[in-house]
């Protein structure tokens, strides 16, 4: 079992920059595939970006693809998202997700994780 606690999330305006932390508890985190999803008010829930067990791979979407970069520090159990060129449809609560894998997969669907965060307000506005 993991449990997962977000930090960075602010008040920025557009075209700027924040980094989000997640910070994990438990063993193994090396197993885990994780990822960061976002929630707009009256929107469902969407995935920003996964990444595999040993970062072999990784997966965007299309609204996020060469703006937001996921990255893990095993060693530091801290899973990361740095975002760039940040607009206003940005704007969402973010959530780290993880789920235990044997294989390299990124999974994409928020019902193929197993543990949640309590959510970063990230908010981009002039």
């Known amino acids: 079992q993991v449990r997962l606690v977000e930090s960075g999330g602010g008040l920025v305006q557009p075209g700027g920059s924040l980094r989000l932390s997640c910070g994990a508890s438990?063993?193994?985190?090396?197993?885990?595939?994780l990822g960061w999803f976002r929630q707009a008010p009256g929107k469902e829930r969407e995935i920003v970006a996964g990444?595999?067990?040993?970062?072999?791979?990784?997966y965007y979407a299309d609204s996020v693809k060469g703006r937001f970069t996921i990255s893990r520090d095993n060693a530091g159990s801290t899973l990361y998202l740095q975002m760039d060129r940040l607009e206003p449809e940005d704007t969402a609560v973010y959530y780290c997700?993880?789920?235990?894998?044997?294989?390299?997969?990124?999974?994409?669907?928020?019902?193929?994780?197993?543990?949640w965060g309590q959510g970063t307000q990230v908010t981009v506005s002039s």
């Open positions: 997700a993880a789920v235990q894998q044997f294989n390299f997969r990124a999974p994409r669907a928020a019902t193929d994780y197993d543990y």
């Open positions: 990444i595999s067990r040993g970062g072999v791979t990784q």
């Open positions: 438990g063993q193994f985190f090396s197993s885990y595939a």
